[in-house]
């Protein structure tokens, strides 16, 4: 296919250069150019503006948060104003379910098809075509990106019709990766200060009953105290349980861990934890336990 994409941080660089692997004609387009160097070399095309990279049948983007997606898709020459007619927006950012219903408005009034298709999975497995993808759209539309998604994942699973249900789903399961973070965190001090030894402990957990890639990578980058540098970055894990939370609000959905959650990264962030892997804070109960110089 021929496809834009608009994004090239820690996941998109990766997920752009497996579409080009997989044959496809891509156009991509970052805000700081030099991202796209590496690109160029395997074969991409450079837009120098956003709507550069939305003359073909699709434009994938991924990036960081609501406010880059909306500068992007609404600003002056962006996605709603470019894009051609039936051409689709593919979204894989995690962004807002009230920006994903505002998109999928847009689109249909300018005459173009919306699919949200968030995903599962960190730079190396954006890197190694192994996502898991959940998209959610008009089933045209999410059938006409299926071969994009093969190029990117190892397994798509559809949720719906309704775009703003893949967000909510990507968000719940952020939601749950945290709480795993946070109770790792929490056991492995428990433990710790008593002298166990944190690696083989979480051999134990892993090899038993807490089998599965949350508890192996989290626990691994928490007993190793691994928070640098981040593949996902703390201020990105804040924003997610931010947006859990706003959904949580409009659909009256107590969740009373997201709200513990939401103090955790706030601790982090002001203690400095900006450029570190959100999984900091499944060490912030090691501090709290009086930790510090493990
Ligand atoms: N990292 C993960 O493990 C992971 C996993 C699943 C989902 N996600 C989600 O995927 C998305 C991207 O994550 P990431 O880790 O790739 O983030 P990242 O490395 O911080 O990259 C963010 C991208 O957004 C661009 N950007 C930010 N603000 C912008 C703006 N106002 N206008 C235009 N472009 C802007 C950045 O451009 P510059 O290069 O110019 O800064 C960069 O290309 C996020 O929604 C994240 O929640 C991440």
Request: glycine letters at 12%; a negative charge; hydrophobic letters at 50%.
């Amino acid at each position: 296919m021929k496809v834009g994409v608009v994004g090239l941080g820690h996941m998109g660089a990766g997920m752009a250069a497996n579409l080009l692997r997989a044959g496809h004609e891509v156009t991509a387009y970052n805000r700081t150019p030099d991202k796209t160097r590496a690109l160029v070399e395997k074969g991409a095309h450079v837009a120098a503006q956003v709507a550069d990279a939305c003359r073909g049948e699709a434009v994938v983007t991924m990036l960081a948060d609501d406010g880059a997606v909306e500068e992007v898709a609404f600003g002056e020459k962006g996605l709603i104003g470019s894009l051609g007619n039936g051409a689709i927006h593919v979204s894989m950012s995690t962004i807002s379910v009230a920006l994903a219903e505002r998109l999928t408005t847009a689109h249909a009034n300018a005459g173009q098809r919306f699919v949200a298709a968030p995903v599962f999975g960190r730079p190396e497995m954006a890197a190694a075509g192994k996502l898991f993808i959940v998209p959610a759209g008009a089933p045209d539309a999410v059938d006409a990106c299926r071969p994009l998604f093969a190029a990117m994942g190892q397994k798509t699973i559809p949720i719906g019709d309704q775009p703003k249900a893949a967000n909510l789903v990507k968000l719940s399961g952020n939601f749950l990766i945290a709480s795993v973070i946070e109770a790792l965190g929490e056991a492995m001090a428990l433990v710790g200060k008593a002298g166990v030894d944190r690696r083989r402990y979480l051999d134990l957990l892993t090899s038993t009953l807490f089998t599965g890639p949350v508890y192996e990578t989290y626990g691994g980058l928490i007993a190793e105290e691994k928070f640098e540098p981040p593949g996902f970055a703390a201020p990105l894990g804040h924003k997610d349980i931010r947006l859990t939370l706003a959904a949580a609000e409009t659909l009256r959905v107590p969740m009373p861990f997201a709200a513990v959650l939401h103090d955790r990264f706030l601790t982090l962030l002001a203690h400095g934890g900006e450029a570190l892997d959100w999984s900091a804070i499944g060490g912030l109960a090691a501090k709290d336990a009086g930790q510090e110089e493990r």
